[in-house]
T-cell receptor
Framework: DGGITQSPKYLFRKEGQNVTLSCEQN?????MYWYRQDPGQGLRLIYYSQIVNDFQKGDIAEGYSVSREKKESFPLTVTSAQKNPTAFYLCASSIDGQGTTNEQYFGPGTRLTVT | AQSVTQLDSQVPVFEEAPVELRCNYS??????LFWYVQYPNQGLQLLLK??????LVKSINGFEAEFNKSQTSFHLRKPSVHISDTAEYFCAVSPGTYKYIFGTGTRLKVLA
């Protein structure tokens, strides 16, 4: 089955530690995205990548970093510089980053709790 | 810049009753419109989309939405809801780039 996998489902970290969230897709999509979801705030874009080896900051990139070394993988690192990292993180992909008629497909999400 | 407003944060409705979830947007350019559904602790699933053509679009599970350009709205409706429709619903617009702008979501709670 084609889709997007995110692991782990739940992640717990101590304050001051960096943590990396995994996102893998086997849909052969060019574009991938990371969103943060907080209660009552909808989804906010952290980073996006339209093609391998290229990525751009979204609306709330501070305290996060990404890499896109392979088409199918787009890991997100939450650094210790992120002031309020506890949230639900969603990864998404679309066929390409140009044509907006192509909807975004979402993974199941990772719930990160930092104490 | 574009924005999306979902005024109702929660909508309780009895099973088999009709429901309307409201979505208004603002944009100076043409946009594509989407409704996504999210069940607890899961990702978002596309429910339906408006790209062009007929302003009334329908999903396979009985939801429909109508694009109203003059009122800049894309309200989601279902004539008879089921318990299984309990979820959070997000309206989103895309102005023709990579970017999607999501509303803050509406929690639909279907009561027995």
């Amino acid at each position: 089955d084609g889709g997007i996998t995110q692991s782990p489902k739940y992640l717990f970290r101590k304050e001051g530690q960096n943590v990396t969230l995994s996102c893998e897709q086997n849909l052969n999509h060019d574009a991938m995205y990371w969103y943060r979801q907080d209660p009552g705030q909808g989804l906010r874009l952290i980073y996006y990548s339209q093609i391998v080896n290229d990525f751009q900051k979204g609306d709330i990139a501070e305290g996060y970093s990404v890499s896109r070394e392979k088409k199918e993988s787009f890991p997100l690192t939450v650094t210790s510089a992120q002031k309020n990292p506890t949230a639900f993180y969603l990864c998404a992909s679309s066929i390409d980053g140009q044509g907006t008629t192509n909807e975004q497909y979402f993974g199941p999400g990772t719930r990160l709790t930092v104490t | 810049a574009q924005s999306v407003t979902q005024l109702d944060s929660q909508v309780p409705v009895f099973e088999e009753a009709p429901v309307e979830l409201r979505c208004n947007y603002s944009s100076s350019v043409s946009v594509y419109l989407f409704w996504y559904v999210q069940y607890p602790n899961q990702g978002l699933q596309l429910l339906l989309k408006y790209l062009s053509g007929s302003t009334l679009v329908k999903s396979i599970n009985g939801f429909e939405a109508e694009f109203n350009k003059s009122q800049t709205s894309f309200h989601l409706r279902k004539p008879s809801v089921h318990i299984s429709d309990t979820a959070e619903y997000f309206c989103a617009v895309s102005p023709g780039t990579y970017k999607y702008i999501f509303g803050t979501g509406t929690r639909l709670k279907v009561l027995a």
